[in-house]
């Protein structure tokens, strides 16, 4: 029988497909040290493996990364200290991911250059809002805005293991907020 952590680690992979090593250990709350020694008893029980030279962890070696799920996780892991561990879960297209933070749903949804209309695929509620995730801050401008709240943020890698998150709202042009 897995401990806790180890199922949700398996119950992520299972939803997710891949995600890299980082964004496990941040999903798991636990020092790094912990975090290896989890990951490193489900590998030796083969219930997940390296995928991607071990940037990667999935299910199997032959799980292939999501870019846009990976993008969607790492906005996830800004709220992460007021997400359960099992309160997210992949969402309906055009949105990546939903997570529950409270009582309000959130709805992540990542956009590449000319993706705007996917917008108007989006079925607003009163207790969803919406983060949606582009490639520069300049497309915000451009972008058919859902009837919901929307909050808009950008992913830069800038060459680190950890992305660069900065959020912005409806009318912001090149400020953060």
């Known amino acids: 029988m897995l401990l806790q952590d180890e199922q ?11 995600l890299s090593r980082t964004q496990i250990i941040r999903m ?3 020092p790094k040290a912990t975090a290896d020694r989890i990951l490193k008893s489900l590998k030796k029980q ?3 493996a390296d995928v991607s030279g071990g940037y990667y962890v999935g299910l199997d070696k032959m799980c292939r990364p999501d870019q846009r799920t990976i993008l969607a996780v790492w906005v996830l892991l800004k709220f992460i200290d ?3 561990p099992m309160a997210h879960y992949p969402a309906s297209y055009p949105s990546q991911l939903f997570f529950l933070k409270g009582n309000t749903g959130y709805e992540i949804v990542v956009l590449y250059e000319g993706e705007g209309s ?4 989006l079925q607003p509620d ?3 809002k919406y ?10 401008r451009t972008l058919p805005v859902p009837r919901a709240e929307c909050l808009f943020a950008t992913v830069d890698f800038r060459g680190e293991d950890e992305p660069l998150i900065e959020f912005y709202t409806e009318g912001a042009t090149d400020e953060e907020e």
């Not at 983060?131 to 915000?140: A, G, N, T």
């Open 131 to 140: 983060i949606i995730v582009v490639p520069h801050v300049s497309m915000i």
């Open 8 to 18: 949700h680690i398996v119950k992520w992979l299972s939803q997710y497909g891949v």
């Open 126 to 128: 009163e207790d969803l």
């Open 82 to 84: 007021e997400v359960e």
């Open 118 to 121: 996917n917008l108007r695929l």
């Open 46 to 48: 083969m219930r997940i």
């Open 28 to 30: 798991l709350q636990k």
